[in-house]
């Protein structure tokens, strides 16, 4: 017998053959007021007006359609042309969920809450610079890269924070050597790499000398042209801007081009500048630009920076500075938005890029760790940040703990479950769940619940939007769909 | 805004669908949802929590409604496949484990 299908096999379906279709679990939401938003379940999308997904729901879409075609294509449904359909669906659910299974890459060790500078935003309490009743110890930390080497990931990302992490460089290379040294004598060594975040006004030779002997990775902030930044950045000498730009170009010539990032805070100030900040990044030679809302913790909440723009005037800035990096690609400069790409990589491709925010099952703890000056550890970067506010909703127990311990916490547990977009109401139905995430500790802070209501929730209001304005973007401009595939390529 | 009445043909509208259409229009309105099964019909009692359209608040709402009906319709056909999907995508993968059985030591 042929293992061949029949040339008939291959021939159009008939008009008459439209209802011989079965459905395949998709969900569909309104992207304007004549079409629709449709997403299966590997995130997949396509456009349809009503007309038409209401033939495809009745069966009555006849085979001849163009969007038979494409809904066939991107497992919308299955016909005698596509049974293969579940089974590709399948392989693209699994690979898109494969970090589930490999648990916790990314630890975070708080080095110390102090720093030398005193921005207004600053989303955790910092101290003098003289205390160093504020810094880890070796025996935390000695805990702490146990606990980081008992993940099941085999790739292990430790990441430097503070406060200003320099100002406890000794620990900083206490925990590196450190765990390099216990890595090796694990049965199965794990990939390790270290990053720092710095502000890098306090980088010296023998700082840069020690990264680049690890390759560590700097990651910075630049809040945009100099006025700007030294306004949102106050340090002793005003020179903060000065500061982190020889930062950047010392790092870039002792450890490389692309071993340092910047990262950007909005803040009232930046809403009327966003082509003024983008251009800086352009001109100190970064490659792209993560435009970053506030977030609702720490000194953004008591100095009322948080509040000081609402979610309208954050998008505006957002999509202004989005349509200003399209038209520069359009002229020919190579140049991205960071949180697009993210999300496109996850709307395009059957990859999860893994971004915090942006996961269900939550990232907390999932995705990253954090191990805090003293020795409790919390759920994510965030989770701390609500405790310097005195909530601990989020500490997972302290580095004393056993890994099991630690990861069966019962309110972990329930706020991953309650929050959990597949089956949490609304997000259940939305055609964006795909490539949105559960975020329980933003929720939790804003209205005590870790699912979150969504009608009233800046999260899913911001997400909202920024998911359309993608996807309106790419089906009007044929020029952005093959931009942003390239954004989702690189990711 | 004054209270208003709505009411949905239960022949046509699952109640299921009328109280996630009602439940997206929270931050609007809130509601009381009661099913008349003599006359099949669900009945809707509006309370606008703003001085918003009403006739724009009707529209969405059976649009809504309609849409959620049409959910329904997509996740009852879809539900075998879904969980056949689901059920081969985490296979072999550890994260499915019997019920009662302890998560895998790390190592």
Same mark, same amino acid.
């Given at each position: 017998?042929?293992?061949?299908?029949?040339?008939?096999?291959?021939?159009?379906?008939?008009?008459?053959?439209?209802?011989?279709?079965?459905?395949?679990?998709?969900?569909?939401?309104?992207?304007?007021?004549?079409?629709?938003?449709?997403?299966?379940?590997?995130?997949?999308?396509?456009?349809?007006?009503?007309?038409?997904?209401?033939?495809?729901?009745?069966?009555?879409?006849?085979?001849?359609?163009?969007?038979?075609?494409? &809904?066939?294509?991107?497992?919308?449904?299955?016909?005698?042309?596509?049974?293969?359909?579940?089974?590709?669906?399948?392989?693209?659910?699994?690979?898109?969920?494969?970090?589930?299974?490999?648990?916790?890459?990314?630890? @975070?060790?708080?080095?110390?809450?102090?720093?030398?500078?005193?921005?207004?935003?600053?989303?955790?309490?910092?101290?003098?610079?003289?205390?160093?009743?504020?810094?880890?110890?070796?025996?935390?930390?000695?805990?702490?890269?146990?606990?980081?080497?008992?993940?099941?990931?085999?790739?292990?990302?430790?990441?430097?924070?503070?406060?200003?992490?320099?100002?406890?460089?000794?620990?900083?290379?206490?925990?590196?050597?450190?765990? @390099?040294?216990?890595?090796?004598? &694990?049965?199965?060594?794990?990939?390790?790499?270290?990053?720092?975040?710095?502000?890098?006004?306090?980088?010296?030779?023998?700082? +840069?000398?020690?990264?680049?002997?690890?390759?560590?990775?700097?990651?910075?902030?630049?809040?945009?042209?100099?006025?700007?930044?030294?306004?949102?950045?106050?340090?002793?000498?005003?020179?903060?801007?000065?500061?982190? @730009?020889?930062?950047?170009?010392?790092?870039?010539?002792?450890?490389?081009?692309?071993?340092?990032?910047?990262?950007?805070?909005?803040?009232?100030?930046?809403?009327?500048?966003?082509?003024?900040?983008?251009?800086?990044?352009?001109?100190?030679?970064?490659?792209?630009?993560?435009?970053?809302? +506030?977030?609702?913790?720490?000194?953004?909440?008591?100095?009322?920076?948080?509040?000081?723009?609402?979610?309208?005037?954050?998008?505006?800035?957002? $999509?202004?500075?989005?349509?200003?990096?399209?038209?520069?690609?359009?002229?020919?400069?190579?140049?991205?938005?960071?949180?697009?790409?993210?999300? &496109?990589?996850?709307?395009?491709?059957?990859?999860?890029?893994?971004?915090?925010?942006?996961?269900?099952?939550?990232?907390?703890?999932?995705?990253?760790?954090?191990?805090?000056?003293?020795?409790?550890?919390?759920?994510?970067?965030?989770?701390?940040?609500?405790?310097?506010?005195?909530?601990?909703?989020?500490?997972?127990?302290?580095?004393?703990? #056993?890994?099991?311990?630690?990861?069966?916490?019962?309110?972990?547990?329930?706020?991953?479950?309650?929050?959990?977009?597949?089956?949490?109401?609304?997000?259940?139905?939305?055609?964006?769940?795909?490539?949105?995430?559960?975020?329980?500790?933003?929720?939790?802070?804003?209205?005590?619940?870790?699912?979150?209501?969504?009608?009233?929730?800046?999260?899913?209001?911001?997400?909202?939007?920024?998911?359309?304005?993608?996807?309106?973007?790419?089906?009007?401009?044929?020029?952005?769909?093959?931009?942003?595939?390239?954004?989702?390529?690189?990711? | 805004?004054?209270?208003?009445?709505?009411?949905?043909?239960?022949?046509?509208?699952?109640?299921?669908?009328?109280?996630?259409?009602?439940?997206?229009?929270?931050?609007?309105?809130?509601?009381?949802?009661?099913?008349?099964?003599?006359?099949?019909?669900?009945?809707?009692?509006?309370?606008?929590?703003?001085?918003?359209?009403?006739?724009?608040?009707?529209?969405?709402?059976?649009?809504?409604?309609?849409?959620?009906?049409?959910?329904?319709?997509?996740?009852?056909?879809?539900?075998?496949?879904?969980?056949?999907?689901?059920?081969?995508?985490? #296979?072999?993968?550890?994260?499915?484990?019997? $019920?009662?059985?302890?998560?895998?030591?790390?190592?």
């Amino acid at each position: 017998m042929s293992k061949f299908q029949p040339v008939a096999f291959y021939s159009k379906q008939p008009e008459s053959a439209s209802a011989q279709y079965q459905l395949l679990p998709f969900r569909f939401t309104q992207l304007d007021g004549s079409r629709y938003v449709a997403t299966n379940i590997a995130g997949e999308y396509t456009i349809l007006d009503h007309p038409t997904l209401q033939a495809f729901v009745d069966h009555k879409l006849p085979a001849t359609d163009p969007a038979y075609v494409t &809904l066939r294509a991107r497992h919308f449904l299955s016909d005698i042309h596509s049974q293969m359909g579940p089974d590709f669906l399948a392989i693209k659910v699994r690979t898109r969920h494969e970090r589930l299974a490999q648990w916790t890459g990314l630890h @975070i060790f708080v080095l110390t809450l102090r720093c030398e500078h005193s921005c207004p935003y600053c989303q955790v309490s910092r101290q003098s610079e003289d205390k160093g009743a504020f810094d880890m110890s070796q025996r935390h930390a000695e805990r702490g890269i146990t606990l980081a080497l008992s993940s099941p990931n085999p790739n292990i990302k430790i990441e430097f924070q503070g406060g200003e992490s320099f100002l406890n460089f000794d620990m900083m290379k206490f925990i590196v050597e450190t765990a @390099i040294a216990w890595n090796a004598k &694990l049965p199965q060594p794990k990939n390790l790499s270290f990053v720092a975040a710095t502000n890098l006004a306090i980088i010296t030779e023998e700082m +840069l000398e020690f990264c680049s002997a690890y390759g560590m990775d700097i990651s910075t902030s630049l809040d945009g042209p100099k006025d700007l930044h030294n306004k949102n950045r106050p340090r002793p000498g005003k020179d903060s801007y000065e500061r982190t @730009i020889a930062g950047i170009d010392l790092v870039r010539k002792r450890l490389g081009r692309d071993k340092v990032n910047a990262l950007m805070t909005t803040t009232l100030a930046s809403l009327p500048q966003v082509t003024d900040i983008v251009d800086e990044y352009l001109a100190q030679g970064f490659k792209g630009i993560f435009l970053r809302p +506030l977030s609702p913790y720490g000194f953004a909440i008591k100095t009322k920076f948080f509040r000081a723009y609402n979610a309208e005037q954050w998008l505006k800035f957002y $999509d202004d500075g989005l349509d200003y990096i399209i038209e520069l690609n359009r002229r020919g400069v190579d140049f991205r938005e960071h949180y697009a790409s993210t999300i &496109l990589t996850k709307m395009l491709t059957s990859q999860d890029p893994g971004y915090v925010d942006l996961m269900s099952p939550a990232g907390i703890g999932l995705g990253a760790v954090i191990y805090n000056y003293d020795g409790t550890v919390y759920a994510s970067d965030e989770a701390r940040m609500l405790a310097e506010m005195g909530d601990t909703t989020f500490k997972l127990g302290t580095v004393e703990d #056993s890994f099991e311990t630690l990861f069966t916490n019962d309110t972990f547990l329930t706020a991953l479950e309650d929050s959990f977009a597949y089956s949490s109401p609304q997000c259940n139905d939305c055609a964006f769940e795909p490539w949105c995430g559960a975020d329980p500790v933003f929720h939790w802070g804003q209205q005590q619940d870790f699912a979150g209501r969504k009608w009233e929730s800046e999260f899913c209001h911001r997400n909202m939007h920024i998911f359309r304005g993608l996807v309106s973007r790419m089906e009007n401009d044929p020029f952005v769909k093959n931009l942003f595939a390239q954004w989702a390529n690189r990711c | 805004m004054a209270q208003f009445t709505l009411e949905f043909d239960a022949k046509s509208y699952s109640l299921l669908a009328i109280q996630k259409a009602c439940h997206r229009h929270s931050g609007q309105a809130s509601f009381e949802i009661t099913q008349i099964t003599e006359l099949s019909s669900i009945q809707v009692i509006v309370s606008p929590r703003t001085a918003s359209n009403k006739e724009t608040l009707v529209q969405n709402l059976r649009t809504e409604a309609l849409d959620q009906q049409m959910r329904e319709v997509v996740r009852a056909e879809t539900a075998g496949v879904r969980n056949l999907i689901l059920a081969h995508a985490f #296979s072999r993968t550890g994260l499915i484990q019997q $019920d009662g059985q302890p998560p895998k030591k790390s190592v």
